[in-house]
């Protein structure tokens, strides 16, 4: 499968480091933008440096996985996911600020993330959100309603409990497993309700 993940400057490092290893894992081909924030909140959340400069942020994110993994600048138009001719099984923006959501639900196209979500959105692809943000401003909810109608899939990153999470990384796979779930990838990250 060949997958977008956009990473954006809300909190959730986490997530998109361990959903970005689980693409890969299960044998995508990943294109790959992390905004100007985005990498801030990479650098603050996940090596302690809010000042690591962009390329060794994301040398430290890709690790060894560099072979699957496509990097594109945030102005990159002429990526293959600024146009809807390229051939994309799945997008995904994790985590979503709402910066972005209310650029998205405007039909604003200010980065790559922006022109790749708004791709999926018009060729009707699967596209998967995952915000973080609280609590939330009728602007915001009118914007995630906006994204939903438009065939967006809004996954919170609102971990559930109830799967006997011990970790933080119990709780972060709570998460990418649901996402890899909407994106159409099989994935054992948690067990199922009703399976055990
Ligand atoms: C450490 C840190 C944490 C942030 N957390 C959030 C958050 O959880 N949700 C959110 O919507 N914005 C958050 N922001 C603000 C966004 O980064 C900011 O609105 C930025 O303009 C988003 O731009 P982007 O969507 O292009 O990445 C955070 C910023 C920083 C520096």
Known sequence: MRVFLGITGASGAPYAQRLLHALVEAGCEVGLTVSGAGI??????????????????????????GDQVAVYGEGDFSSPFASGS??????????????????????????????????????????????????LSSIHLRGLAT????????????PGFYHGAKTIDDLVDFVVARCLDHLGIDNELISRWGTT
């Open 40 to 65: 801030q909140v990479l650098a603050t959340e996940l090596y302690d440096d809010p000042r690591l400069p962009r390329d060794e942020v994301l040398r430290r994110l890709v690790g060894d996985a």
């Open 86 to 135: 390229a051939k994309v099984d799945a997008y995904v923006i994790c985590p979503c600020s709402m910066a972005t959501v209310g650029t998205l639900a405007s039909g604003a196209m200010q980065n790559l993330i922006h022109r790749a979500a708004s791709v999926a959105i018009k060729e009707r692809r699967k596209l998967v959100l995952v915000p973080r943000e609280t609590p």
């Open 147 to 158: 994204l939903n109608e438009a065939g967006a899939v809004i996954l919170f990153a609102a």
